[in-house]
């Protein structure tokens, strides 16, 4: 029996390779959805935050332009329909805070319940417990963005074009790709100046403001413009948008893919040498459960 | 253990004796309430950049409403914007509207949130067993962020300001003070309540973010009250901040002061902060008592 028991940790401990840090990110995965479902208003946040956040959007839209076309708009980008517009950027948006806010404070959540440094000596590579946080996250957000975009269709009239649905995942595929690197760069704030919840807040609202959310970067200042080109989020929402408004017909799609993909290697890049340095850093202080 | 010693601890012991046997249970503490109000202070100047943040912060959350009503309605405040708002510049509708709602916000992640602090630096269970009345707590907690908040909307309207080139009316400074204390006083009744429902449910992440995104929405921050359908504007009535932000919109923008329409909002104001007084009162009575009988105080 004790033979037996040495032999499945052995086994448990010389566990490595693709398929076990898969493992190892879906059980943390799953883990967090339990811990979310213990907390019931959990739930009723995870099915009204969508609208929440989009309704604002429409009745200000609404107070301003007074219908549902928008000459101003159409000047723009070429459409005057305003409201899918809005829709389709903003359903983006909620996968991407889902995917900053919520991988970016996953690891000062363990540190908080005291699980951190436990889950540091597990057989698994320090990326997977980021990875697991994430692929969370990218099950959380892409419910959310699939609860607002039908309701959208049902209760505003929102359009899609469903020929572009097959494009605008692979632009979320490479879009994931690209956050992760500024992820990262989040996870490194958090764990470096331990209350960076403020920090996280500021980075993302930046990035949130500089994105063509709710409207094109043509309107933004013109240095914010630059900042904008260079956030994988821009790419990201625009191409989410023009695959779905256009379907395969999207004008801007090479520009879009083009970016992100380069986007995606300069960032992954920065974000995942900045965790190495980071890590090793906390490690060496051993602050790595300091609050 | 010395003879020296356990004469000093007799005498510590008889000291602490002689303060409980005289102790009188009061319906409220004020020094307690500074106390509180003061040590949430002090902690809060360790961070001197919270506060600067958190007074930027919403300028990044409302450039957004702007940039969008200028790509939807071009750069000039539209027509059908002035004619159901009775404003003539977006801009200056929606600064006012957001240094008004940060009071809101303030009292719904600041007071609420004290106790889950409190709660996860471990003190909870050791203030609550403390001879104070819970009220001297909780107003400590509304006193210090209210300071906090003041800050941080002022740091908003003077930067808001500058960067949108905006102007209000000075004759605004004395009513905009007297409503907003009126209001302030209700919004503590609003925070109690918030504090009990998160000893109830515990993650205020969620809580929170559900009561301020829900107010936020149907308060008249980024368009006027007319804009939202009818049974949502009586919802927003009954949120103290919708009277603040409509009577200071009006009377920063204008200048006109109309003693009537001013009387008004502020007897409404001061009903509705008795009645979230007594309802944040009762919640929190209840909320305690309920965490207590289940030995969840400190749990998370």
């Known amino acids: 029996m004790e033979q037996e028991e040495k032999t499945i940790f052995q086994k448990m401990w010389n566990r490595e390779g693709a398929r076990a840090e898969l493992r190892a990110a879906n059980a943390l995965a799953l883990k967090q959805w339990q811990v979310e479902f213990s907390y019931p208003l959990s739930v009723l946040w995870f099915i009204v935050m969508p609208f929440l956040w989009f309704i604002p959007l429409i009745i200000a839209g609404m107070a301003i332009t007074g219908g549902a076309e928008s000459a101003a708009l159409e000047g723009l980008v070429g459409t005057s329909d305003w409201i899918t517009y809005i829709a389709l950027g903003s359903a983006y948006t909620g996968l991407a805070i889902s995917l900053m806010w919520g991988t970016g404070q996953a690891l000062r959540r363990e540190q908080n319940v005291g699980t951190l440094e436990t889950l540091m000596t597990t057989p698994m590579k320090k990326e997977t417990l980021v990875w697991g946080s994430m692929l969370h996250n990218l099950q959380h957000g892409g419910l959310g963005v699939i609860l607002q975009l039908t309701a959208s269709i049902l209760l505003f009239g929102v359009t899609l074009n469903w020929w572009g649905i097959i494009p605008a995942l692979m632009i979320v595929c490479l879009s994931v790709i690209g956050m992760q690197g500024l992820i990262f760069t989040v996870v490194c704030v958090v764990l470096v100046a331990k209350q960076g919840w403020m920090i996280v807040e500021f980075i993302s609202s930046t990035l949130l403001l500089i994105a063509p959310i709710s409207y094109p970067i043509a309107v933004l200042p013109t240095v914010l413009q630059y900042f904008s080109y260079a956030s994988p989020l821009t790419w990201s929402v625009e191409g989410f948008r023009g695959f779905l408004m256009d379907g395969i017909a999207y004008s801007g799609a090479f520009n879009a893919i083009v970016a992100l993909i380069i986007l995606d290697v300069i960032f992954v890049i920065v974000g995942g040498l900045l965790f190495k340095r980071t890590e090793r850093y906390v490690r060496m202080k051993g602050a790595l459960s300091q609050f | ?300």
């Open chain 2, 1 to 300: 253990m010395t003879h020296q010693t356990q004469e000093d601890k007799d005498e510590v012991t008889h000291q602490s004796s002689d303060y409980l046997e005289t102790f009188k249970p009061r319906a409220m503490d004020w020094s307690a309430a500074r106390t509180f109000a003061m040590k949430n202070l002090r902690i809060a100047l360790r961070y001197p950049a919270n506060i600067m943040i958190w007074g930027f912060l919403p300028l990044l959350w409302f450039a957004p409403y702007i940039l969008m009503a200028t790509a939807v309605g071009g750069p000039e405040t539209t027509a059908h914007f002035t004619e159901i708002s009775g404003y003539d510049d977006f801009i200056q509708f929606v600064i006012i509207g957001w240094f008004v709602f940060l009071y809101l916000d303030n009292s719904i992640w600041g007071i609420g949130n004290n106790f889950r602090v409190e709660q996860f630096s471990g003190t909870l269970e050791p203030l609550f067993s403390t001879p104070v009345p819970r009220i001297s707590i909780l107003l400590g907690a509304a006193f210090s962020d209210s300071i906090q908040g003041t800050i941080q909307a002022m740091i908003l309207l003077l930067l808001s300001m500058s960067i949108f080139g905006v102007s209000y009316s000075l004759t605004a400074i004395a009513p905009t003070i007297i409503v907003l204390l009126i209001m302030v006083i209700g919004l503590y009744g609003f925070g109690f309540m918030v504090a009990g429902m998160i000893l109830v449910f515990k993650d205020p992440s969620v809580l929170t973010q559900l009561v301020s995104e829900t107010s936020y929405m149907i308060s008249p921050v980024n368009y006027p009250i007319n804009a939202l359908p009818k049974p949502v504007q009586f919802a927003a009535y009954l949120l103290p901040t919708t009277i603040g932000i409509i009577t200071i919109r009006e009377i920063a923008i204008t200048g006109a002061w109309n003693l009537l329409n001013f009387s008004q909002a502020v007897l409404a104001l001061g009903g509705l902060a008795i009645v979230f007084w007594l309802l944040g009162l009762a919640t929190f009575q209840f909320a305690e008592k309920w965490t207590k009988q289940r030995g969840h105080m400190g749990g998370f």
